[in-house]
């Protein structure tokens, strides 16, 4: 499985971005998808993730501003970053759950990886 991730980039405070991810090459292997963030200097953290059924789940700095969608006809998720705050900034990387079993690129409890975006939030 693949992950390409698209958007990010530079925003003001207060501004907006979309992030989508595309998966291929195995998309009925996946479980949850979502989206993990690295802060410059910090370690990586869960921001968003929505699992096959639909049930979302949130990381509380985010909750109300980020909104996180899954298109399965499309194999594809999609991030939507509102009212975005300097703390906002670092690499996000789209992420996936495989049904079936780990990978040698498991870590956080997601078996794929996409490559990171940078998202810069300036105050």
């Known amino acids: 499985v693949q992950l390409q991730a698209s958007g990010g980039g530079l925003a003001q405070a207060g501004g907006s971005l979309r992030l989508s991810c595309a998966a291929s090459?195995?998309?009925?292997?996946?479980?949850?998808m979502g989206w993990y963030r690295q802060p410059p200097g910090k370690q990586r953290e869960l921001v968003a993730r929505?699992?096959?059924?639909?049930?979302?789940r949130y990381a509380d700095s985010v909750k109300g501003r980020f909104t996180i969608f899954r298109d399965n006809a499309k194999n594809t998720v999609s991030l939507e970053m509102t009212n975005l705050k300097p703390e906002d900034t670092a690499v996000y990387y789209c992420?996936?759950?495989?049904?079936?079993?780990?990978?040698?690129?498991?870590?956080?409890?997601?078996?794929?990886w996409g490559k990171g975006t940078q998202v810069t939030v300036s105050s």
């Open positions: 090459g195995g998309f009925f292997r996946l479980n949850a």
């Open positions: 929505i699992d096959s059924g639909g049930s979302k």
């Open positions: 992420v996936a759950q495989d049904r079936y079993g780990r990978t040698p690129n498991s870590a956080y409890g997601m078996d794929y």
